[in-house]
């Protein structure tokens, strides 16, 4: 398949010369086509041959890209077919790239097999960031179901405690003495203590 610019220009003896070829695949039951080469002329002369990959499509449909290119933030699905040729020195970019090499019906294209996979990264991030959304709705909801209302009785007393002197508790800072003849007794600083029902 020859794409011919004519007389625009500078490009009149420019030509885009595109390889497809076509192969029957048992597990799909039908034919496939791609595009093995892609190949630039210019006055009759090739400049520059890439290879190219992940091109393809059944043989019933068209092929869509919104950019097919040699350049590497476009994913460079057009490659240099050697390390000696001189594709390295052209940069080849198709915007908006539709292709059908066969059963082409009433100069139209058939249904369009677009390059777009099904799991881009964007397409991951979000299912990704729906995961953790719901996990996180799960989480509260099950919170939620478990959390028990508080009864607020309380029930305050006020009462002294006493402790004998312990030689082996070392409560200076919670105890005062009361007396410091004889048995000494203890008191708490503290003495009033609650009690909470639930």
Known sequence: LSLKFGDVGNLKGLVIRFLLTTSYYQLSVQNWFSLHRLQLLYNHSIQATFNATRIHAPASYSYHCEHVSSLQRYD?????????????????????????????QEGHFAYAKDCASLFSPAILMGLVMSLILLLVLAYALHMLIHLKSLDRHYECKASPAYFAQMKDCDMGDEKEPLRSCGNESYELRNQEFCKIYI
Request: proline share 3%; glycine share 4%.
């Open 76 to 104: 460079a699905l057009l490659v240099p077919s050697s390390a000696n040729d001189l594709s390295k020195l052209w940069e080849v970019t198709f915007t908006d790239f539709q292709i059908q090499g066969f059963n082409i």
